[in-house]
């Protein structure tokens, strides 16, 4: 990939349609040719959970469908896998059936947990990660992010997606050993730089706004991104959801140790973007932004509180599972609820809840409204 090409961001209006996606495919590789003869290609969704393609949790089929019938035709051996939010394989394999991705891939579905590798990282927190080796031994990585909104990244793309290069319960482990919000993103930014990928084309054609990763609402923005570099790439994508990208602490951090400018008048875009003045960010957005700015002071208290809503609760415990530092507890025959003394605000829980029982509360506004009592 030529030097110049490395600011340059493409955003095409897109359906998923396979006619259309087939030709933002033709126009992606146009504009930033890869030589694909016999290469290993690496094909990163994002596979949150098991939920079918109209939930938009996912990246949607029908673009991994795209960029697998692109890639072969030009001589690719390719994989496509994720380490979703679930613990083994089998569960791993379930939701990529459940998303649609393992038909869309077909032949080219990998367990990317197969050949676990330890990987050392240079972060104050995290000393290690585990990995799925096919991401470091591929020839080319594509990643394929969903635009969505995030309890604790505040939003997610590409360098988020490269979180599922973690595997299985390593995921948590790194939660646990970097509990607040730019710890977090430091291991996060640590993590992408592992192995940045070579293309990252995003699904920002049904968006999803507000509580997102997993709960939040759909919203049609019906474009597809594509970059060379996932931080460029971000940078337009919270642009285009109205909001600065320096406020998504993982993109400032990724600028600061140069992988990429989130400045937009530095970024070579093909359109210019018009920013959305209404799009709803996550109901830690404002909270966690003050305090990140209070830092040691009060950012605990400005985090949330995950709070469980016994209507929607089937108790089926997969919170108290994906917990990282064991602060959600469930009693026999009763839902469970988070400690506030060791939850770290973390939200896997929110995400992993199939049911969308677990809204976030502010716990300073909980806490004055309590002492007001
Ligand atoms: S994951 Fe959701 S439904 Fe399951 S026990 Fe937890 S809150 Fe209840
Ligand atoms: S209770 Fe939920 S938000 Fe709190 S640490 Fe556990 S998973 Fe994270």
Not at 34 to 59: Q, S, W, Y
Not at 228 to 251: F, Y
Not at 266 to 286: E, H, Q, S
């Amino acid at each position: 990939m030529a030097d110049k090409q490395k600011n340059r961001v493409l955003v095409l209006d897109a359906s998923y349609d396979d006619r259309l996606l087939a030709d933002a495919m033709d126009k992606i590789f146009q504009e930033f040719p890869m030589d694909l003869e016999g290469k290993n290609v690496l094909v990163k969704p994002n596979i949150l959970a098991g939920e079918p393609p109209e939930k938009g949790v996912t990246t949607h089929p029908s673009l991994v469908r795209a960029i697998v019938n692109k890639l072969q035709q030009q001589g690719a051996k390719v994989m496509v896998g994720d380490n979703p939010g679930v613990f083994g394989y089998g569960r791993s394999e379930k939701a990529a059936i459940t998303s649609g991705i393992k038909d869309a891939a077909g032949d080219c579905f990998v367990k990317l947990s197969r050949t676990p590798v330890r990987q050392k990282l240079s972060n104050r927190n995290v000393d290690h990660v585990t990995i799925a080796g096919d991401v470091l031994s591929a020839d080319l990585v594509i990643n394929l992010p969903k635009l969505k909104t995030h309890g604790l990244t505040f939003y997610t793309g590409a360098v988020k997606n490269t979180f599922g290069y973690v595997v299985g319960g390593d995921k948590m482990r790194t939660h646990s050993l970097a509990p607040t919000p730019v710890k977090f993103a430091e291991a996060l930014v640590d993590i992408y730089a592992i192995r940045p990928p070579e293309l990252n084309i995003m699904d920002a054609v049904t968006a999803m706004e507000g509580n997102g990763p997993h709960h939040g609402k759909l919203r049609e923005l019906g474009k597809i991104l594509a970059s060379p570099n996932g931080v460029c790439l971000d940078a337009v994508a919270v642009h285009m959801i109205g909001r600065q990208p320096e406020s998504i602490p993982h993109l400032k951090i990724a600028a600061q140790r140069g992988l990429g400018t989130i400045d937009i008048s530095k970024i070579d875009l093909n359109t210019k973007i018009v920013p959305l003045r209404d799009f709803k960010m996550p109901a830690t957005f404002v909270t966690g932004m003050v305090g990140i700015f209070l830092n040691r002071i009060l950012s605990k208290q400005m985090s949330c509180l995950p709070v469980v809503v016994e209507e929607k609760c089937q108790k089926c415990g997969l919170c108290v599972k994906h917990c990282p530092v064991g602060a959600m507890k469930i009693k026999k025959d009763k839902c469970p609820s988070a400690d506030k003394n060791i939850c770290i605000s973390c939200y896997c829980c929110q995400e992993m809840c199939p049911e969308d029982a677990i809204i976030l509360k502010g716990r300073l506004l909980n806490f004055i409204r309590r002492s007001a009592h």
